[in-house]
């Protein structure tokens, strides 16, 4: 089972503790990671489930140029990827408050790779948004079946996410990386950063 280290360059994030793991067994899938998966128009069902909660995800906008690796980067087996195509979406409160990112790469026909950037005041400000994010984007980009798993650790996304925020809290601030294994054949990490003035989130997903 390959093993990512996944590093979001344009936030600079240093993950340092592995905090969980959950592994699930699945039949290998030999369909290309380019012919399955999510697509670049699942950010419309993302938008649609996160205006009902009051978040609001913006068009998203592509990124072609060289600042491409500062939006969609990442490592596979220690190696850095690159992506051909990226696109990137900002995503506010109900006050009209930015919380972050959503940005989207891979090939201009399909992505391999999603991440969400979320940077609050303190860890406790609008969890509940966090949250949400989070879980509609799994639900979305990975599929809706976390309670269809075996997982003996989180009996749901939302439990795992508040687990890796308790473990941030009760580690004094320390950075802090879970991973979830081959869930719907997708690797999922939840990074928790420090920094000067705020707490920095990062959900990214891989196919």
């Not at 089972?1 to 793991?21: D, E, H, Q, R, T």
């Not at 399909?110 to 949400?132: G, I, W, Y």
């Not at 879980?135 to 309670?147: A, R």
């Not at 997982?151 to 996304?157: C, L, Q, R, T, V």
């Amino acid at each position: 089972m390959n093993k990512f280290i996944v590093i979001p360059v344009i936030l600079g994030i240093v993950a340092v503790i592995l905090i969980s793991s959950m592994s699930i067994n699945k039949t290998p899938d030999t369909t290309s990671i380019y012919e399955s998966g999510f697509t670049y128009y699942d950010i419309e069902k993302i938008q649609d489930t996160l205006a009902e909660k009051n978040i609001v995800v913006s068009a998203p906008t592509p990124i072609t140029d060289h600042t491409i690796s500062q939006y969609c980067a990442y490592f596979e087996n220690g190696l850095p990827m690159t992506v051909e195509y990226c696109t990137t979406t900002a995503v506010l409160d109900s006050e009209e408050t930015t919380l972050g990112n959503i940005n989207i790469g891979g090939s201009i026909q399909s992505p391999v790779m999603a991440v969400a950037n979320l940077e609050t005041k303190t860890l406790e400000s609008n969890q509940d948004d966090v949250v949400a994010i989070f879980e509609t984007m799994i639900e979305t980009l990975v599929c809706d079946c976390w309670e269809d798993e075996e997982s003996k650790d989180y009996e749901s996304i939302s439990a795992w996410i508040l687990a890796a925020q308790k473990f941030y809290s009760d580690s004094n601030g320390r950075n802090i990386k879970s991973k979830i294994d081959n869930l719907s054949n997708s690797e999922i990490f939840l990074e928790i950063t420090s920094k000067e003035n705020s707490v920095l989130q990062t959900l990214i997903i891989l196919k």
